[in-house]
Nanobody, 117 residues
Framework: QVQLVESGGGLVQAGGSLRLSCAAS????????MGWYRQAPGKQRELVAL???????NYADSVKARFIISRDNAKNTVYLQMNSLKPEDTAVYYC???????????WGQGTQVTVSS
C-alpha cells in the first residue's frame, strides 16, 4: 500500500500563488509517475500536471506557463507551484502516484484550492 498526504491548499486572491506538496510513503516502486489532478464542483476530475521519475513533464493546456510541477525522488515528494491563479482554478486538487498500464495507482485525500476574484 501507498499513502499520499497533500498539503498547501487554501484561499488566495486572483493573481496570487500557492504551492502544493504531496508526500508518498509505504510500498513505493521507484520508477513511477506522480501528478496532480483537480475536480471542480459538477465537473469531472482532470489532469493538471504529471512528472515522471526522470523529470519528464506534461501539463494541461489551461495551466501551461502558470504552474510548475517538480519532484524530489529522495523524499518521494511531488510539488505543484501555482502562479497567476484564476478563479477557474478553484477545485479540489488530488495527488496521484501510478505506474502506467499497471495495477499500481494511488490517490491522496485531496486539498481545496479556492481562488477569489
Amino acid at each position: 500500500q501507498v499513502q499520499l498526504v497533500e498539503s498547501g491548499g487554501g484561499l488566495v486572491q486572483a493573481g496570487g500563488s500557492l504551492r502544493l506538496s504531496c508526500a508518498a510513503s509505504g510500498s513505493i516502486i521507484s520508477i513511477n509517475d506522480m501528478g496532480w489532478y483537480r475536480q471542480a464542483p459538477g465537473k469531472q476530475r482532470e489532469l493538471v500536471a504529471l512528472i515522471s521519475t526522470f523529470g519528464r513533464t506534461n501539463y494541461a493546456d489551461s495551466v501551461k506557463a502558470r504552474f510548475i510541477i517538480s519532484r524530489d525522488n529522495a523524499k518521494n515528494t511531488v510539488y505543484l507551484q501555482m502562479n497567476s491563479l484564476k478563479p477557474e482554478d478553484t477545485a479540489v486538487y488530488y495527488c496521484n502516484l501510478a505506474i502506467p498500464r499497471a495495477p499500481y495507482n494511488y490517490w491522496g485525500q485531496g486539498t481545496q484550492v479556492t481562488v477569489s476574484s
